[in-house]
């Protein structure tokens, strides 16, 4: 007869297969039933709703919401697809957020359909979905695919966010702006809509942030049609991060329009530069001792995942994370060994510059160090 742990390490087995190509959202009848009572038990498993199961580790602690924030947008992706197959889709100011590389994890998301109910389904930690029935699906060309959530087109999210979205997300919005080539795809939009209003405000966009080519094209493509279009500004002072005239991907331009936003605050509130620390031993021991913490912070919002090593110690019955402090501190921060190489890098820099090297030289001589550390990061649970 199998043992407790022989069984556990049957159904890990089984939720490794599950987790091919990096998924972390399954159905319930994605398992037995009795495989999936053992992963839950564990703390492998999470409920989210009933049918529905989320990835989780042995060292989230009741209240961690890690797990689920990791998995929130799989999640929906999954739900949806599942419930609507193609028929559903996040709406023009969801979309231009997510275009935007803006992931923070709203409080209720909007899923449009034809076969909505108008119904609220409430998740884990205050988060919801809403299925808004709507009577027909835009245009195919209008959408796009991103990650298994289907949203407006960055374009087309531009064309149909309100002219006040601009002002509350000038950051999204102008790095939407930046990251399009041509104003080909917007034209098509505005002549076939006959968006004058829509088309001013986006040529006065494009003129704020540094293109002027983009806004007189615009303009005179509208007036050749016929329409009456009066360029205006829809962001507010102090709102235009930089020229941006040329396209680049949008976590670039988000990273670059943050730092602008910011910057003048930080260098306000930055505090005097302490100098080199007096007791060099001392301080290389602070930082080995930020290890543990450092890597649980920084590796869990990139999700668990079921390791060989994991399996095979529990089917010897060698882990034990209640009882045995190696396996707690295995269960809670060990991360992969590329995380390790990476930490050593880092550290091995530090410890250079307070020896007198130049910190600006040493600091990219580790960037490209750690480019080339072996092995992915991951949290091992």
């Known amino acids: 007869m199998a043992t407790p742990n022989e069984k556990l390490a049957a ?94 994890i709203p409080d209720q998301v909007v899923v449009n359909s034809p076969n909505g109910t108008n119904n609220a389904i409430e998740l884990l930690f205050g988060t919801s979905l809403y299925d ?67 088309a001013g405000y986006l040529a006065g966009a494009f003129r704020q942030t540094g293109r002027p080519d983009l806004a007189g094209e615009i303009i005179g493509a509208m007036k050749s049609a016929g329409y009456d279009v009066r360029e205006s500004n829809p962001f507010e002072a102090g709102q235009i991060f930089g020229t941006l005239r040329r396209p680049r991907a949008p976590i670039v331009g988000r990273v670059e329009m943050l730092w602008e936003s910011m910057r003048s605050a930080v260098v306000e509130t930055f505090p005097k530069e302490p100098g080199l620390p007096k007791d060099r031993d001392a301080y290389l021991r602070f930082v080995d001792g930020i290890y543990q913490s450092d890597a649980y912070h920084s590796l869990s919002i990139e999700g668990y995942s079921v390791t060989p090593e994991v399996i095979e110690r529990v089917r010897q019955g060698n882990w034990d994370p209640e009882h045995h402090e190696d396996d707690r ?27 007198g090297e130049n910190a600006g030289a040493r600091a990219r001589h580790t960037r490209s160090g750690i480019a080339n550390c072996s092995s992915p990061v991951s949290l091992r649970a």
């Not at 009572?37 to 989230?60: T, Y």
């Not at 390790?340 to 890098?345: G, K, T």
């Open 11 to 104: 159904s890990l087995d089984v939720l490794k297969a599950l987790q091919r190509g990096g998924r972390h959202v399954f159905r319930s009848d994605d398992l037995s039933r009795v495989h999936r009572q053992r992963l839950v038990a564990n703390g492998f498993l999470q409920e989210v709703m009933k049918g529905w199961l989320i990835f989780s580790s042995p060292s989230a602690h009741e209240g961690d919401s890690t797990p689920w924030y990791a998995s929130f947008w799989e999640f929906c992706a999954r739900y949806c697809n599942d419930r609507f197959g193609e028929e559903w889709y996040l709406s023009p100011e969801q979309s231009l957020l997510l275009h935007g590389e803006r992931t923070v």
């Open 132 to 198: 808004l029935k709507v009577p027909a699906m835009p245009a195919t060309a209008d959408l796009v695919v991103r990650d298994g959530l289907r949203l407006f087109s960055p374009a087309a999210a531009l064309v149909r966010v309100v002219e006040s979205f601009f002002r509350r997300n000038p950051v999204e919005t102008q790095v939407m702006l930046a990251s399009l080539g041509d104003a080909s795809d917007l034209l098509r939009l505005l002549l076939n809509g006959g968006h004058s209003a829509k």
């Open 329 to 355: 501190k295995s269960r809670d921060a060990l991360a992969a060994r590329g995380y390790w190489q990476a930490f050593q890098l880092v550290k091995g820099s530090v410890e250079k510059v307070i020896a």
